[in-house]
């Protein structure tokens, strides 16, 4: 079993607090994600796997989905991740212009976890009305 609870503390509020002593590298505790995506204020990353990506100053690059244009990886080519904002941007015709600006950030994939909380949100609610 993990050895981590949740407690509260006066000055830092709620917590998550090791039970035992705990060795370095040694799981404390695992979930899985409810919703994946790019984090907020991040440079250029592809869709699939979220590694970092090189573009040039006018927004090229060969790591882009064929089929909507958007941040995607020679690895990531089939990838499931990319599949929900492949299909939104690519029906409503929507391009990555691949901007960055001075302090590294490319604001336009701040779309892409919201996106994926929306899909996940609108699949729970699909499985519990079957």
Request: aromatic letters at 6%; charged letters at 25%; a negative charge.
């Amino acid at each position: 079993m993990f050895k981590s609870c949740i407690e509260s503390d006066a000055r830092f509020g709620r917590g998550l607090v090791t039970t035992e002593t705990v060795i370095k590298g040694e799981i404390v505790i695992e979930e899985i994600p409810f919703a994946r995506g790019p984090k907020q204020n991040s440079g250029i990353v592809c869709l699939g796997c979220y590694c970092d990506l090189q573009f040039d100053e006018d927004g090229d690059s060969l790591d882009r989905c064929g089929k909507c244009d958007w941040p995607l990886c020679a690895f990531c080519t089939d990838s499931s991740e990319h599949q929900l904002e492949c299909k939104t941007f690519a029906d409503a015709n929507v391009r990555f212009a691949g901007n960055v600006g001075e302090d590294g950030v490319c604001s336009q994939l701040d779309c892409i976890t919201p996106l994926s909380l929306i899909k996940e949100a609108s699949d729970a609610c699909r499985n519990v009305a079957e």
